[in-house]
């Protein structure tokens, strides 16, 4: 049986994956969300550390980071120091000699995130090379068979664009001088460039989007049963391209409690789109705007059996298989 946790980390992301077939469950947990995300007043919202010790996880085969925001990979170190973790995937890792980095306190504030973000995440690197951790660099990685019967295959939109980005922030490591228009591209690229995971298993196929923009992989989208949305639902997340060729069945919105205005997160036209569809969503935080019932979940689960059926959120509530 494969088992899918979507975690309640707020305006982050972390999923949990785990095949419990065989003496020794394989998991694996797909971004981190955020080391310190911003409670919500009443609301069951968690972290990947204290969901994985509350569930007495104390192995991850691997993790993938998909893309170097906060919110997705911010919280590494704590899983870290909760779990032993086999190996880390991700498209882009500092070589050993990377030179830390401060930020300019001038700069705009889209590359003091990004100079904040490859800081961490040279510690964080450097910490798993000290652990004994295996990198798996994405690019390449072509499909994984996981488990005899879970597969899975890492995307991105652009490998083009994703090899620029990464030399990029090789360079900004090595202390080289890199042309500020260069550097801000390369920090509005994370999300376009944010890896997908697909996931197979039992004849299903699971969409775990990142970040990656609607726009940026409509043409590459491929039916699937299950979708991970990306970017939090916001109204850039899904174009009616990407939706009619998606057409999933259930997709999860991970999200916090409340609509965020400013970035249309969730957005009601993705929500539409998708519905469209047929698609039943659920959301990983309470949200209740647009009329929507909300939850109060520590996280959205649904597991699939080796014949291929699933067992929903609703079906869980309702007293299903």
């Known amino acids: 049986m494969l088992k899918l946790h979507f975690l309640n980390v707020g305006d982050g992301d972390a999923a949990l994956i785990e095949d419990l077939a065989g003496d020794r469950p394989y998991r694996m947990l797909v971004?981190?969300?955020?080391?310190?995300?911003?409670?919500?007043?009443?609301?069951?919202?968690?972290?990947?550390?204290?969901?994985?010790?509350?569930h007495r996880v104390e192995r991850l085969d691997a993790v993938v980071v998909t893309h170097l925001h906060m919110d997705h990979f911010g919280g590494l170190r704590n899983v870290l120091e909760t779990v032993e973790v086999g190996q880390v995937y991700s498209g882009f890792f500092p070589s050993p000699s990377a030179q830390s980095l401060t930020p300019?306190?001038?700069?705009?504030?889209?590359?003091?995130?990004?100079?904040?973000?490859?800081?961490?995440?040279?510690?964080?690197?450097?910490?798993?090379?000290?652990?004994?951790?295996?990198?798996?660099?994405?690019?390449?990685?072509?499909?994984?068979?996981?488990?005899?019967?879970?597969?899975?295959?890492?995307?991105?939109?652009?490998?083009?664009?994703?090899?620029?980005q990464s030399r990029v922030w090789e360079a900004l490591l090595a202390g080289e001088e890199v042309p500020d228009s260069l550097v801000y591209w390369s920090s509005k690229f994370r999300n376009p460039g944010s890896l997908r995971v697909s996931l197979h298993y039992a004849g299903r196929r699971i969409e775990l989007a990142g970040d990656c923009l609607g726009s940026e992989w409509e043409g590459q989208a491929e039916p699937c049963d299950l979708l991970k949305v990306p970017h939090h639902g916001d109204g850039k997340s899904m174009t009616p391209l990407a939706a009619d060729r998606l057409r999933p069945k259930w997709a999860?919105?991970?999200?916090?409690?409340k609509y965020i205005s400013r970035k249309d997160r969730p957005s009601e036209l993705t929500l539409a789109l998708l519905r469209n569809q047929g698609t039943r969503i659920w959301f990983t935080g309470s949200f209740s705007a647009f009329g929507e019932a909300g939850n109060d979940w520590e996280s959205v689960e649904f597991s699939i059996f080796e014949d291929g059926s699933v067992l929903t959120p609703d079906d869980r509530i309702s007293g299903g298989r």
């Open 31 to 54: 971004d981190t969300g955020d080391a310190c995300p911003a409670q919500e007043s009443g609301s069951c919202q968690t972290t990947a550390a204290k969901y994985l010790r509350r």
């Open 104 to 164: 300019d306190p001038n700069a705009i504030k889209t590359v003091k995130g990004l100079i904040q973000c490859l800081e961490l995440w040279r510690q964080d690197v450097e910490e798993l090379r000290r652990r004994g951790v295996k990198l798996c660099p994405a690019e390449g990685a072509g499909k994984l068979e996981l488990t005899p019967a879970l597969q899975a295959e890492l995307l991105c939109a652009d490998p083009f664009d994703c090899t620029v």
């Open 252 to 257: 999860v919105i991970s999200c916090g409690g």
